[in-house]
């Protein structure tokens, strides 16, 4: 049984550049939320996607979006780089069906570059 | 914004020491998680404590919330080189919608 899985596992960009993630869930999972994590500290809240609808949002401007497909799997997408947006990107999944949404499983997370 | 507070950041003890780490925070919860992290990469669900429980084992792991206090503690009994790593409590909103709010994290160092 596969776990979260992500891509690219580490990517380099310049400022002003766009960037995709790509995320896919443990199997039987149906909710996907996607966390960053600045190095030393602990991860924030993005915005978590269940039935392909942004459900919840964090603190952080539109440049940052997402999408989750009919399988379940979902992309967090950056627009217009920032040198602050170097971080460990996780991606965390869950059933929100079956009564336990608190059960998460996190990705390896892809780490990304801005320079 | 994050809303755990660990406390201490940093930990080094021996191998066989019990190690404790203390996490506040400051709005109401419906539930409470301790993660691992190994060197950057992906978090470990350890343990959940729920608003109306105390107190809770899993192994070597012992979490405890006080809610009146805000706070929850971690203890890890007879450490073990493998328990190096990074230790992030995470709260939950009142509403169990898994928007977890992460503090800094402990870095535990364990010498064998």
């Known amino acids: 049984d596969a776990g979260v899985t992500q891509s690219p596992t580490h990517l380099i960009k310049t400022r002003g550049q766009q960037v995709t993630l790509r995320c896919s869930p443990k199997?039987?999972?149906?909710?996907v939320s996607w966390y960053q994590q600045a190095l030393g500290q602990g991860p924030q809240f993005i915005f978590q996607?269940?039935?392909?609808?942004?459900?919840q949002r964090g603190n952080f401007p539109d440049r940052f979006s997402g999408h989750q497909f009919p399988n379940y799997s979902s992309e967090l997408n950056v627009n217009a780089l920032l040198l602050g947006d170097s971080a460990l990107y996780l991606c965390?999944?869950?059933?929100?069906?079956?009564?336990?949404?608190?059960?998460?499983?996190f990705g390896p997370g892809t780490r990304l570059t801005v320079t | 914004s994050q809303q755990g507070e660990e406390d201490p950041q940093a930990l080094s003890i021996q191998e066989g020491e019990n190690a404790t780490m203390n996490c506040s925070y400051k709005?109401?919860?419906?539930?409470l998680q301790w993660y691992r992290q190994n060197s950057g990469r992906g978090l470990v669900h350890l343990i959940l404590?729920?608003?109306?429980?105390r107190e809770k084992h899993s192994g070597r792991l012992r979490v405890t919330l006080d809610t009146s206090k805000k706070s929850s503690s971690l203890l890890i009994t007879a450490s073990r080189a493998a328990d190096t790593a990074s230790y992030f409590c995470?709260?939950?909103?009142?509403?169990?919608?898994?928007?977890?709010?992460f503090g800094k994290g402990n870095q535990v160092v364990v010498i064998p």
């Open positions: 965390a999944s869950s059933h929100y069906r079956t009564g336990k949404p608190y059960e998460q499983y």
């Open positions: 199997s039987g999972h149906d909710t």
């Open positions: 996607y269940y039935e392909e609808e942004e459900r």
């Open positions: 709005t109401s919860i419906n539930n």
């Open positions: 404590i729920r608003s109306n429980e």
């Open positions: 995470a709260t939950d909103t009142m509403y169990g919608n898994n928007r977890l709010a």
